[in-house]
């Protein structure tokens, strides 16, 4: 193939959501066929790491998602800080929309899953399952669009979608904890002062941060806080430039986004897409759980953005992006609807080491993002002016 074809693959920001819907057909087909007892072997498949008497064993799935995870959500904690220090969110009135809107897709859809599943406190776990968007599908979609959608929408989208990962984190920290260990929590605010040090001083090498995010994560593993956030905590703390004006932060991260987009969550999307298409698991649709998923992903999401937005920006707290109409917008804020990846996420912290939905909740996810796609992308089209088909 012709390198310049390769490139071209590599940067086009639609290649992460076209992988990740590769990955989660195949996975749908491993689990769904003769290959499915292959498939679960796989992923039950236990390997770790021996140290003396320590040692940590994992089956993949769990590797994964404690793991990989983490590494693609210190990805998320570079982008962030970069946005914060020199990017669209250093800004105060390109802010203000995208908070706002956020904020709106996390407490509509959380309300409409709670009043759903009251009364059942393992269903509530649940509750934040719908409120995280997926956006390299949403990308995807909007990048078929070509040139019928203004520019600012996709900036808008890219903005909201950090403020999603944020309050994803933070909710992951406050809310899906297990039993805390001190002794790990201890070592654990020890190595992220380390970390400050290393920051402090402007260390040119990235090892030392690579190290002791290492060990951060350990830490948080056996602390019963989710190991993810020990990505982001150890991503605070790379500085932007170092002390011989290397731009530190920006290597790094451009360093990993291959490996986050056509590894990391591809491989995510296939170790936990695997959803059993039988008679018990469209039964199970029914129970308040996927119906909650479903309604809070399909209305809550779109409609908490979108009223928080237009209230925002009536008040004249901000503006509508630049060349965009409120049908446009509509469109966006429809496209945010698909959770997929983070919100299959959730799902399998949430309801961890339990089927007793009969993967209900994982096909609700998948209908859900589904439907968005499709309604997300013919909103957006029909709203497209004249002059974007020129």
């Given at each position: ?6 490139k ?5 920001e ?76 250093s ?8 908070v ?17 599943n ?50 994803a ?9 297990s ?39 350990l ?77 809070g992903?399909l ?40 959770g ?51």
């Amino acid at each position: 193939m012709n390198l310049n074809i390769i490139k071209k693959i590599i940067n086009n920001e639609a290649t992460g959501g076209i992988l990740i819907i590769i990955a989660t057909i195949l996975a749908l087909i491993f689990q769904n066929t003769i290959l499915s007892s292959f498939y679960s072997d796989f992923l039950r498949l236990k390997s770790g790491i021996v140290m003396g008497d320590y040692k940590i064993i994992k089956p993949i799935i769990l590797w994964v998602n404690d793991g990989l995870m983490a590494i693609f959500f210190f990805y998320i904690g570079l982008e962030v800080k970069r946005e914060i220090l020199v990017g669209e969110l250093s800004t105060p009135s390109k802010v203000a929309l995208p908070v706002i809107g956020g904020i709106g897709g996390v407490i509509i859809p959380a309300m409409i899953f709670i009043l759903l599943n009251l009364g059942d406190s393992f269903a509530l776990k649940g509750w934040a399952i719908p409120i995280v968007s997926d956006t390299a599908f949403a990308i995807g979609i909007l990048l078929l669009l070509k040139s019928k959608f203004p520019p600012a929408l996709k900036t808008f989208l890219l903005l909201l979608a950090i403020i999603d990962d944020v309050i994803a984190v933070v909710i992951i920290a406050l809310f899906y904890t297990s039993e805390l260990s001190t002794l790990a929590l201890v070592l654990a605010t020890i190595t992220t002062c380390f970390l400050a040090y290393f920051n402090f001083k402007k260390t040119n090498s990235p090892l030392p941060y690579v190290m002791l995010g290492l060990l951060l994560w350990l830490f948080f593993l056996e602390s019963g806080v989710h190991s993810t956030v020990a990505g982001v905590i150890t991503a605070f703390f790379i500085p932007l430039q170092t002390k011989n004006k290397t731009m530190l932060l920006n290597k790094i991260e451009h360093t990993l986004h291959p490996w986050v987009t056509f590894f990391i969550m591809p491989i995510f999307a296939f170790v936990n897409a695997g959803i059993a298409l039988n008679l018990e698991a469209f039964k199970s649709l029914l129970h308040p759980v996927p119906i909650g998923i479903i309604i809070g992903l399909l209305v809550g999401k779109p409609l908490g953005i979108f009223a928080f937005s237009y209230a925002a920006i009536k008040f004249k707290i901000t503006n509508l992006p630049k060349d965009t109409n409120y049908g446009q917008f509509f469109g966006l804020c429809v496209l945010t609807a698909i959770g997929a990846s983070m919100s299959l996420f959730i799902s399998s912290i949430a309801y961890e080491h339990s089927d007793i939905y009969n993967y209900a909740d994982k096909l609700a996810i998948l209908i859900a993002s589904f439907i968005a796609a499709i309604a997300g992308y013919l909103i957006i089209k029909a709203n497209a002016t004249k002059e974007m088909y020129n």
